[in-house]
């Protein structure tokens, strides 16, 4: 199994930039997939980008070129850079593992993950 516990959220005018991190501890298998999703009140969660089992990183539309994800091996810690954040950004933020190991696995639906951590707030004010 895996624990995740997400940091670094806020709140920050639009145009502002936050840099969110996820630890994870536990088995690494878990973390084979690992992916960044958000959501709004009222709203569905949403998958923000992932890094999949080969190592690929892929980003929603909306927000590619201005979210960057990272991963530090070594510190068991993903990353989430987002830059020229706007008021539609607002959500809770969070971070999912999975071992990912079948080949039909899903990498941006966030009902395939079966570990999430508990969130962190962003706010993005105009």
């Known amino acids: 199994q895996v624990q995740l516990v997400e940091s670094g959220g806020g709140s920050v005018q639009s145009g502002g930039s936050l840099r969110l991190s996820c630890a994870a501890s536990?088995?690494?298998?878990?973390?084979?997939?690992m992916g960044w999703f958000r959501q709004a009140p009222g709203k569905e969660r949403e998958v923000v980008g992932y890094?999949?089992?080969?190592?690929?990183?892929s980003y929603a539309d909306s927000v590619k070129g201005r979210f960057t994800i990272s991963r530090d091996n070594a510190k068991n810690t993903l990353y989430l850079q987002t830059n020229s954040l706007k008021p539609e950004d607002t959500a809770m933020y969070y971070c999912?593992?999975?071992?990912?190991?079948?080949?039909?696995?899903?990498?941006?639906?966030?009902?395939?993950?079966?570990?999430w951590g508990q969130g962190t707030q962003v706010t993005v004010s105009s």
């Open positions: 999912a593992a999975d071992l990912c190991w079948r080949e039909d696995f899903s990498a941006s639906n966030p009902h395939e993950y079966n570990h």
């Open positions: 890094i999949d089992s080969d190592g690929r990183i």
């Open positions: 536990g088995s690494p298998a878990y973390t084979n997939c």
